[in-house]
Nanobody, 115 residues
Framework: VQLQASGGGLVQAGGSLRLSCAASRTMFENTVIGWYRQAPGKQRELVAFITISGRTNYADSVKGRFTISRDNRENTVYLQMNSLKPEDTAVYYC??????????WGQGTLVTVSS
């Protein structure tokens, strides 16, 4: 697995968390990287992605609350999550940008937002 997500936890509604995605240098320098999530009973969905040049894109449900960024020195992609809501509760994954049905998935990190 070339990408490893971490940083999840339990937080109250309105709180913040920052997730980290450690990537291999090769993947980091050559791949559009996305954050995805899968809530209980729901399909996995794309939350945000960031291109090699730093262009970003967000799902409507997280716009204005989440920020994706990349640290070129640390080969790490971050997801800063603010104003968290109970509906943000999910297992969060990082992976290359692509079709959620065909990508290979590593272990995600659980985010639980209490009301």
């Amino acid at each position: 697995v070339q990408l490893q997500a971490s940083g999840g936890g339990l937080v109250q509604a309105g709180g913040s968390l920052r997730l980290s995605c450690a990537a291999s240098r090769t993947m980091f320098e050559n791949t559009v990287i996305g954050w995805y999530r899968q809530a209980p009973g729901k399909q996995r969905e794309l939350v945000a992605f960031i291109t090699i040049s730093g262009r970003t894109n967000y799902a409507d449900s997280v716009k204005g609350r989440f920020t994706i960024s990349r640290d070129n020195r640390e080969n790490t992609v971050y997801l800063q999550m603010n104003s968290l809501k109970p509906e943000d509760t999910a297992v969060y994954y990082c992976n290359e940008y692509g079709d959620v049905l065909t990508l290979n998935w590593g272990q995600g990190t659980l985010v639980t937002v209490s009301s």
